[in-house]
């Protein structure tokens, strides 16, 4: 199943906000520069790659989001390939200064496969470990406490 496009950016965004604090800590607590540089990639490590050696193709936010990141034919990633998928991901957001994380996203189709730019250089896709029962039934999170008390909790608005 292809995962909607709001997973994957609240994949992103838990993956990124780990390492946003860091910066942010490393950046007003310290005045030491090269101990700076170690926090945060100290944190990149510890965020984006160690978890590709205990669930393939799964950083935190992915598993958080139950989507994983998987060769085209549907077989799991080599290890080796997902920590480059990341790091080259890592890369050009730097390089682009965020710009091509944007731009990434908006390659996204959820209609055939669900494919970013670095998806396609590494020849991976993203699928929803969620079953679509299970995706339905997370309806019931997002709507007000009248709405549920009414019974209109089961609707789609």
């Known amino acids: ?13 838990i993956d990124i906000s780990a390492l946003m604090i860091a910066v942010i800590i490393a950046a007003l607590g310290l005045q030491n520069v090269t101990l700076k540089v170690v926090i945060v990639v100290v944190v990149y490590i510890l965020v984006n790659i160690v978890p590709n050696f205990f669930s393939r193709g ?16 549907g077989s799991d990633i080599s290890v080796w390939k997902a920590i480059l998928r990341e790091l ?14 944007v731009i990434a996203y908006f390659f996204l189709s959820e209609k055939t496969v669900s494919k970013t730019i670095h998806d396609y250089i590494f020849k ?19 709507k007000t406490e009248s709405m ?4 209109f909790w089961w609707k789609k608005y």
């Open 1 to 13: 199943m292809i995962p909607r496009f709001e997973k994957r950016v609240k994949a992103f965004a």
């Open 88 to 101: 080259v991901k890592t890369a050009l957001s730097l390089v682009t200064f965020g710009l091509y994380s």
């Open 124 to 142: 991976t896709k993203a699928i929803d470990l969620e079953t679509q029962k299970n995706r339905n039934n997370d309806d019931y999170l997002g």
């Open 58 to 73: 799964q950083t935190f936010g992915k598993r958080i989001q139950k989507i994983k990141i998987v060769n085209d034919d």
């Open 148 to 151: 549920k008390k009414r019974g």
